[in-house]
T-cell receptor, first 113, second 113 residues
């Protein structure tokens, strides 16, 4: 079974803090994604990567950056957390083309106070 | 870029009834349309998908239809059961260009026993 693991289930941070959300997959998938889930807004794409050291902006990249130094790990970074970044963050991975199934992590509920 | 609209946002049906969720998309080049189901507190999982060379696809009690001319696709669930209660997300993508899914805003389906 594919496993996508997010390092924290719940996280509470202060405004202005630098925040790291980690995601690891164990299936040698080329593609990794960070989505943000908010009620009524669905899943919005923040950043994605289709290869090591490659990254592409999604629909809402402002205030975020990413790092993919190893194939299995994709990190989301909030350089200076703000209250409007309070949300559920979902990592996902897939192999091959965009038509392949996405495997999601269990999510990190981030609260920025 | 692609924009996917999903309706309704909430849907309540009696057990045994049918449920229909509709999505429209904006990019005429989109050709892959998956549906994900997210049960309460769990991660989204792919339940069915359709590609642009077919108009309908069935898998037991669920079916998806696609109308490329009108740029809309729908999820149909027949003989609903309480375990169908979840949030359902539609999504769309194209083969070329951005290799990531654009999701709709989600539909919360409640099946009343």
């Amino acid at each position: 079974d594919v496993k996508v693991t997010q390092s924290s289930r719940y996280l509470v941070k202060r405004t202005g803090e630098k925040v790291f959300l980690e995601c690891v997959q164990d299936m040698d998938h080329e593609n990794m994604f960070w989505y943000r889930q908010d009620p009524g807004l669905g899943l919005r794409l923040i950043y994605f990567s289709y290869d090591v050291k490659m990254k592409e902006k999604g629909d809402i990249p402002e205030g975020y950056s990413v790092s993919r130094e190893k194939k299995e790990r994709f990190s989301l970074i909030l350089e200076s957390a703000s209250t409007n970044q309070t949300s559920m963050y979902l990592c996902a991975s897939s192999s091959g083309t965009v038509r392949e199934k996405l495997f999601f992590g269990s999510g990190t509920q981030l609260s920025v106070l | 870029g692609e924009n996917v609209e999903q309706h309704p946002s909430t849907l309540s049906v009696q057990e045994g009834d049918s449920a229909v969720i509709k999505c429209t998309y904006s990019d005429s080049a989109s050709n892959y349309f998956p549906w994900y189901k997210q049960e309460l507190g769990k991660r989204p999982q792919l339940i069915i998908d359709i590609r642009s060379n077919v108009g309908e696809k069935k898998d037991q009690r669920i079916a998806v239809t696609l109308n490329k001319t009108a740029k809309h696709f729908s999820l149909h669930i027949t003989e609903t059961q309480p375990e169908d209660s979840a949030v359902y997300f539609c999504a769309a993508s194209r083969n070329t260009g951005r290799r990531a899914l654009t999701f709709g805003s989600g539909t919360r389906l409640q099946v009343q026993p």
